[in-house]
């Protein structure tokens, strides 16, 4: 634009005071009209549905460039300040599981019911109400959560994740809002053309009732209702403070817990939320374990011989029990390192300490497993807090300090 100007006050005429433009100088800027229409230009990155930095410290990089008048005192204020901050408004909660590797186990039975539940939600079934959450729950480290993340990876959907910990808050109402902006964060990547999901992880957790000693805040309420209202009206859910009939994309919906029934029984009831509990098979529990030991070369009979030998134990028993056995490895390296020295080693080193992978056979695997088990009956049968709670609990013979070495 400033090369046009220019060109028009050296090739054009005066005429009564006013100036008027040559036809070549027309067509010039008639040229550079079809130019910019068709986005060829060198600043092309910035045009609008293109450029994907960050607005608010565009605004903020201009604040040397306009006059001072437009400037608040100190810089405290004016038309170039950043009126949110990035925590506000960028989403720290898209989860990607770019990480995960291939070669893990997913459950057929568990991928068959969350494909089927996400598909159904983006499917217009005649007269058909399809439940908007899908409720996963089942005992503790059977590898729901992992089971979900595979899943997310197989269908290609990066989720909006929440976990059980910001369903409450110091202040009322923030862990509804944050649900209702969560959902429309999803809502908007669908809008976008790509396929996206709200993950609720240990929804029990945050929003359940475990035993009469569990207070039941104002939050708990709000997370309740407003898990039901976007049950019933998914296409309608408006961000706070906003009351107007905007129809949005429906976003399905899937969250972990242990306990259901710990929850709003109308939250779970089957209009809203369809319920699977994951107890996985032998065949899962061999088939997840082959993937925990894929790099160790232990043969699948021997992994079966394993799965077999602690049959009560939980799917995490597994990966704990892999994290034992370079215990003694470990134990080696301080040993000759130095217990004075191990800082230097573990902290801000050139080169991360590396260890070689440890031969790991069944009866290894079942002498450590067997310590696992050992610690467990320990916290099952020392209950200090009910000898501390239930009455004065005081050193003596017959006191808790009493060395296990010892008869009584």
């Not at 005429?15 to 008639?30: D, H, W």
Request: aromatic fraction near 8%; include cysteine.
């Amino acid at each position: 634009m400033q090369v046009t100007m220019k060109s028009s006050a050296v090739s054009g005429q005066r005429v009564g005071g006013a100036r008027v433009a040559t036809r070549s100088v027309r067509r010039a800027q008639l040229q550079v009209v079809a130019s910019s229409r068709k986005q060829m230009g060198r600043w092309r990155s910035i045009d609008a549905g293109v450029d994907a930095s960050d607005d608010q410290q565009d605004i903020t990089r201009g604040r040397e460039m306009v006059d001072d008048l437009f400037q608040g005192g100190f810089g405290a204020g004016g038309t170039h300040n950043a009126v949110l901050s990035s925590q506000e408004y960028l989403s720290q909660s898209r989860a990607s599981f770019n990480n995960i590797e291939d070669g893990f186990y997913i459950s057929p039975a568990f991928l068959d019911k969350m494909t089927i539940h996400i598909a159904k939600n983006f499917m217009d079934l005649p007269k058909i109400k399809v439940p908007l959450i899908l409720g996963i729950w089942g005992g503790k480290g059977q590898g729901k959560t992992f089971q979900c993340a595979l899943a997310y990876k197989k269908l290609g959907i990066a989720p909006i994740v929440m976990s059980a910990g910001e369903l409450e808050s110091g202040n009322a109402g923030e862990p509804a809002k944050l649900i209702r902006t969560r959902y429309r964060e999803a809502s908007d990547i669908i809008k976008k053309g790509r396929m996206c999901s709200l993950f609720i992880n240990d929804l029990d957790a945050g929003a359940g009732r475990m035993g009469d000693t569990t207070q039941y805040t104002v939050n708990n309420q709000m997370v309740n209702a407003t898990l039901m209202n976007i049950a019933d009206n998914p296409t309608n859910v408006q961000l706070p403070g906003v009351y107007k009939n905007e129809e949005i994309p429906r976003v399905p919906i899937v969250c972990t817990g242990n306990d259901f029934s710990t929850l709003y029984a109308p939250l779970i009831r089957d209009g809203r939320m369809e319920k699977y509990y994951w107890n996985p098979t032998r065949e899962d529990r061999i088939g997840v374990c082959m993937g925990i030991f894929q790099e160790d070369n232990v043969q699948r009979r021997e992994v079966e011989n394993l799965v077999d030998t602690f049959p009560g134990q939980s799917i995490d028993f597994f990966g704990a029990l892999r994290a034992r056995v370079y215990d003694d490895m470990v134990r080696q390296w301080i040993t000759d390192t130095g217990v004075d020295k191990i800082g230097q080693q573990l902290v801000n080193a050139r080169q991360k300490v590396a260890m070689p992978k440890v031969s790991m056979d069944l009866n290894v695997l079942i002498k450590y497993g067997k310590s696992l088990v050992d610690e467990q009956e320990n916290v099952k049968r020392v209950q200090l807090a009910d000898a501390y709670l239930s009455g004065a609990e005081l050193a003596g013979h017959g006191g808790s300090s009493l060395p296990e070495a010892y008869s009584r």
